[in-house]
């Protein structure tokens, strides 16, 4: 069996940011993954009850602290556990879009020639949006390439859609959302890869 390469580009973004990505692999002839897309923000430490959020900064020694805004003067004194936190990029507050509450989203590793089916459940409030699969061969399969209006309508909020291709070819691939609305809102959206395995001869 072997592995290509991955890609220069989410190497360079996980050595920038601590990354949560999961792996997701699949041996079998037809994998099927569930991606849950919601929206979040950065920097922002909620307790575990879900009743109180408050801004994190990134301290002078590098570690996490709940920092005082607008809303809240004085903040208590919690210990700040950075897989609690998405730092992104560590310098404030933004929208940030989570595939099953991580970001990036989780590595999907799959056998060539396997057929992959992809549920995507759209819990954004507003915003429609696809996934787009870079590198994967959509022979005869375009309507699953993920462009809007191109290739298909937006997966409305509370909507689903099931992507379904054939693994092909080998290799490491990345995926990532179309989403206008998104992109002018300042959110910020992992880059994401597959993985292709050559069967074993």
């Known amino acids: 069996m072997k592995v290509v390469t991955a890609i220069t580009s989410f190497f360079l973004f996980c050595a920038l940011v601590p990354c949560k990505a999961e792996s997701e692999s699949c041996l079998a002839s037809i994998c099927e993954f569930t991606f849950v897309i919601t929206e979040s923000r950065s920097m922002t430490f909620s307790t575990k009850?879900?009743?109180?959020?408050?801004?994190?900064?990134?301290?002078?020694?590098?570690?996490?602290?709940?920092?005082?805004?607008?809303?809240?003067?004085?903040?208590?004194?919690?210990?700040v556990i950075p897989a609690e936190v998405h730092t992104v990029d560590g310098s404030g507050q933004r929208k940030i879009i989570l595939i099953n509450g991580q970001l990036p989203g989780p590595t999907l590793e799959v056998m060539e020639g396997a057929e992959v089916a992809i549920k995507v459940v759209n819990e954004l409030e507003k915003e429609g949006l696809t996934i787009h699969w870079h590198g994967i061969?959509?022979?005869?399969?375009?309507?699953?390439?993920?462009?809007?209006?191109v290739t298909q309508c937006p997966i409305l909020p509370k909507q689903?859609?099931?992507?379904?291709?054939?693994?092909?070819?080998?290799?490491?691939?990345?995926?990532?959302?179309?989403?206008?609305?998104?992109?002018?809102?300042?959110?910020?959206?992992?880059?994401?890869r597959s993985q292709i395995k050559r069967n074993a001869i």
């Open 49 to 79: 009850d879900g009743q109180n959020a408050y801004d994190v900064q990134l301290g002078v020694d590098g570690t996490l602290k709940l920092a005082p805004n607008r809303f809240r003067v004085q903040t208590p004194n919690i210990s």
């Open 160 to 192: 689903s859609f099931t992507y379904r291709f054939i693994a092909d070819p080998p290799g490491t691939h990345w995926y990532h959302s179309h989403n206008e609305l998104t992109k002018d809102r300042r959110a910020f959206w992992s880059i994401n």
């Open 137 to 149: 061969h959509m022979r005869n399969n375009v309507w699953m390439d993920g462009v809007p209006y």
